[in-house]
């Protein structure tokens, strides 16, 4: 009895210096409008300790007596908070609040429990765009290694989203929707894009499903947010490609904030490599700025502009291309004279005004500027031999021509120029309470386009010119010559809600609507749109982590879908025809999209690892039929097609290797599109109906990879390696019968790989000579296409003595060696 008895005594005794070893902090947490934050991690890293904050920001957390320890607050879409506190008594309990801004913190120190997003949605991190190899110079590089986003084309920045094509993407920075040129036929023509990486903070891109409150468009969306600093700091790039610098800040007080950047790349390195040879002369600049003062706590202005001077010069001399197969080869061998000149200039501004009234609303007021003015002007005759070559080994004339296919002569010539303005000035609001975040948006657009249209051109195989001489005199080929005067107006607007169902599985759906109506043609779409998403175990999860429970925890998977219509209202081109002219009866492009996916968060290595997956379907209906060159849309300007695509997306993302983020991408696709009215026949010459052919976006199996790894010995030698694989688009002579498009292209496959070397650590402590001004700096090596194979982008077609037609390829850039260097202050 006396034996129990001490037991127990023992038992209480220690029990109460347990519960006297500890003391509790306790508080709420609230954004930067006041309002309070659900399920904010709160940490205490040392003593393995989180909970968190429940539906009105409040927390109570245990925390080590007797000494001080440090305290952390995080939240996906928010800074992460840190500090010290204590030390306390045994048992006392001391209240501390905490705001958290809006902003995303890239630093090492990340609690974050993930935010895991609508469907379609993926987050990117800016971080390891810095260091991938890029060989156009752009930020859309990057999305080229997602699931469900294809490119055959290092030289541009346009990118096609599951099936759809250049057109048919929205892009956003600071919620100014941002346009690319009209006239580039081909990659290397396109300079810079509008992003620049350094004034990145946030990036979210939605394949397809994405929310009302984004425009109107039919494949994806990219929302991008530029930094509003808190401090100094500067970057400057130097590569054998260009230049690039940026300067950021901010006063003492936060008032004022300031972005400026300067870039200036030549991709003649690149275009070097290309079959054809002359005096390539390309030059490309731009300079951005974003400048924010904040007028008091509740109001702030921020003005963004942009200006870009771009040219693309080149005098062609020669051209010499063998393709075919091993049992027929032939070469083509060109000899050019004249030039060829490509140049635009584009202007954004924008200024918004953001005004808080209360913790709960956020409304703002934006107007921008866009204006383009774009010359393509060139001249080039040139000459032409088409040869088979000999492909027996054992002939002495291996490798060199056999016989003679054709010989001729052409001469392009054009003269055009387009002068482009768009205006508008619109309302966004944000009303968040409860279990409700309301948006809603309003916006006038004006358009102003003027489009002068002189080209044609001339053939003569043989001497028999194409098509033929009329009185002696020349007939051209594809003449235009037009002059259009567009004036046209859009009124649009939208408004939605994402409520939260139930918490304890983070059940939430956003259901809005947007109406769209455009002065051309009297037309007014109405798109209604509904994600929804939810975490099956979270609850599970959470009670274990409350608990303190060593119990093993559930999948964390988290299931989204989405449904919704999305018009696409024609903006230019795709209402103006071959010939140059308008179309009145065009009417808005439609497409129903289905999606249903998921992702699931788990430890391998020790580390967080994410997969991902997502099927679609998409209607599509008043489909406007297209052929392709290069990077040339030309529209039949006519809603005669429907179609639809569908398909299945995979992502892994994680760190393979400590500290580097990879990732893998796989997709699966296919889009089709048929045409009633089309005029097609047999093989017998007998009419039949049309069928399903596929689109010219067709890429049914892409695979990229983006993986990262330190040398063994020392962290500071870093490898990055991409690798992208697409199987072939289709392709057809430019007859502008799109039942003649059903050749492939072959597959398209590249690797780069990128070596750096770390002069200068941020983490470095003690910094010594001139290394005291720098805050990192870096050293690397790129090898574009490192395994040297020649993709193709196009075609010349190309008639022999015979009558017959050969599809002559444009290759791509060859290898190609860059260095670069980068520091930042």
Do not use: C
């Amino acid at each position: 009895m006396r034996k129990l008895t001490g037991i127990i005594f023992f038992i209480l005794l220690s029990i109460q210096a347990s519960a006297q070893s500890k003391a509790y902090v306790y508080g709420t947490v609230k954004d930067s409008l006041g309002a309070e934050i659900a399920d904010v991690s709160v940490i205490i890293a040392e003593e393995n300790n989180t909970v968190l904050t429940k539906e009105n920001g409040k927390y109570t957390i245990e925390v080590p007596a007797n000494k001080t320890f440090v305290i952390a607050f995080s939240y996906a879409g928010h800074s992460p908070f840190h500090t010290t506190l204590g030390p306390f008594a045994e048992g006392e309990k001391h209240q501390f609040n905490v705001t958290l801004n809006f902003t995303v913190n890239l630093s090492v120190f990340n609690f974050v429990e993930q935010n895991r997003g609508n469907a379609g949605t993926i987050n990117i991190n800016i971080k390891e765009i810095k260091q991938l190899p890029n060989v156009s110079g752009s930020f859309e590089q990057v999305l080229k290694t997602l699931p469900g986003v294809t490119s055959n084309n290092e030289l541009s920045s346009q990118y096609n989203v599951r099936g759809g094509n250049y057109d048919e993407n929205l892009v956003y920075v600071n919620d100014i929707e941002i346009y690319r040129p009209f006239l580039p036929r081909s990659g290397q023509q396109e300079g810079l894009s509008f992003i620049h990486t350094e004034l990145v903070q946030n990036i979210k891109f939605s394949a397809g499903g994405f929310e009302a409150k984004y425009g109107d468009k039919l494949s994806s969306v990219l929302d991008i947010k530029y930094k509003e600093p808190k401090k100094f700091g500067a970057s400057a790039n130097l590569s054998l490609l260009g230049a690039q610098s940026h300067i950021e800040g901010a006063t003492k007080n936060l008032r004022f904030t300031y972005l400026l950047s300067a870039r200036y790349w030549t991709n003649q390195l690149l275009v070097g490599g290309l079959d054809e040879k002359g005096d390539y002369q390309p030059s490309f600049t731009d300079v951005q700025s974003l400048l924010t003062w904040h007028l008091n706590s509740s109001i702030s202005i921020s003005a963004l502009g942009s200006f870009a001077k771009n040219k693309y010069l080149v005098i062609p001399q020669t051209r010499e291309t063998t393709f075919g197969t091993v049992k027929q080869a032939m070469s083509l061998k060109m000899f050019f004279d004249g030039q060829d000149l490509m140049e635009y200039q584009t202007i954004t501004g924008a200024v918004s005004i953001v005004a808080n009234p209360n913790r709960y609303t956020n409304l703002k007021l934006i107007s921008s500027i866009f204006n383009s003015n774009e010359n393509e002007l060139y001249t080039v005759e040139g000459a032409y031999r088409l040869e088979e070559v000999e492909t027996n080994f054992g002939n002495d004339n291996f490798g060199k021509a056999k016989a003679t296919k054709g010989i001729g002569y052409f001469l392009n010539n054009a003269r055009n120029r387009i002068n482009a303005t768009v205006y508008n000035v619109g309302h966004k609001g944000y009303y968040s309470k409860a279990k409700h975040n309301i948006q809603w948006g309003a916006q006038f657009q004006g358009e102003h386009i003027l489009d002068k249209i002189n080209e044609w051109d001339f053939k003569d195989s043989l001497g028999f010119a194409q098509p033929s001489q009329v009185n002696g005199m020349p007939v051209v080929l594809n003449y235009i010559n037009n002059q259009i005067n567009l004036q046209t107006h859009r009124i649009s607007g939208y408004i939605q809600n994402t409520q939260k169902l139930i918490s304890d599985y983070n059940l939430q759906i956003t259901y809005g609507i947007r109406s769209n109506w455009w002065s051309y043609n009297n037309e007014n779409v109405i798109s209604p749109r509904v994600q929804l998403s939810f975490e099956p175990n979270r609850k599970y999860n959470r009670a274990l982590y409350a608990n303190g429970s060593k119990q093993k925890p559930r999948k964390d998977i988290s299931i989204k879908a989405a449904w919704g219509y999305y018009y696409q209202p024609p903006f230019y081109r795709e209402f103006r025809d071959f010939s140059g002219n308008l179309n009145p009866n065009i009417k808005a492009q439609k497409a129903i999209h289905y999606v249903l996916g998921g992702d699931v968060i788990f430890k391998m290595w020790n580390r967080d690892f994410k997969f991902f997956s997502e099927a679609y379907y998409k209607q599509l209906e008043n489909l406007i039929p297209y052929e392709i060159d290069n990077v040339r849309l030309r529209y039949y300007a006519d809603n005669i097609a429907q179609g639809y695509a569908t398909g299945i997306d995979f992502r892994l993302n994680g760190e393979i290797v400590k500290g580097a983020e990879s990732w893998v991408s796989l997709s699966i696709m296919q889009t089709q599109e048929k045409i009633p009215s089309a005029i097609v026949t047999d093989a017998a010459g007998n009419r039949i109906t049309p069928g399903y052919i596929p689109r010219q976006t067709d890429q049914r199996a892409t695979f990229s990879m983006f993986f990262q790894d330190y040398f063994r010995k020392s962290d500071r030698f870093k490898v990055n390696l991409t690798l992208v694989f697409g199987t072939g688009l289709p392709y057809g002579p430019p007859d502008r019968n799109r039942y003649g498009d059903t050749s492939r292209l072959p597959a398209y496959k590249r690797v780069d790989i990128g070596f750096l070397y770390l002069l200068i650590d941020e983490k470095q402590l003690q910094k010594k000579g001139w290394q005291r001004w720098l805050k990192s700096a870096w050293i690397g090596m790129d090898a574009f296409n490192l395994l040297d194979i020649n993709n193709t982008i196009s075609h010349i077609w190309i008639e022999d003595i015979e009558g017959r037609t050969w599809a002559v390829p444009n290759y791509l850039t060859s290898r190609r060696i860059n260095l670069r260097f980068q520091a930042n202050f």
